[in-house]
């Protein structure tokens, strides 16, 4: 898995990285109201989750997971 954390603790539901990702890998939890990683295995490691963070509650592997789809 690409990201290496996402602290809840720290996470203020704002949705930033479920609005940033590319690859659709969050999901906001209706519980919390908190984003939860729902598809891991479709990240590829492209940084914007982290980078756009207000709260850098996310850090994600300085490997990629996957290669990056080209684009259309």
């Known amino acids: 898995m690409a990201i ?3 602290d809840q ?9 479920f ?4 690859q659709d890998v969050f999901r906001m939890d209706e519980k919390t109201g908190k984003a939860v990683i729902k598809y891991p295995e479709d990240c590829v490691a492209c940084w ?3 980078f756009f963070c207000p709260v850098n509650c996310i850090e994600v592997s300085r ?3 996957k ?3 080209l684009p259309y």
């Not at 603790?9 to 990285?17: F, Q």
């Not at 609005?19 to 590319?22: E, N, V």
């Open 4 to 6: 290496d954390v996402l």
């Open 9 to 17: 603790e720290i996470c203020n539901g704002c949705g930033t990285c």
């Open 19 to 22: 609005a940033c990702c590319p």
């Open 48 to 50: 914007a989750c982290e």
């Open 63 to 65: 490997g990629r997971a």
């Open 67 to 69: 290669e990056l789809p």
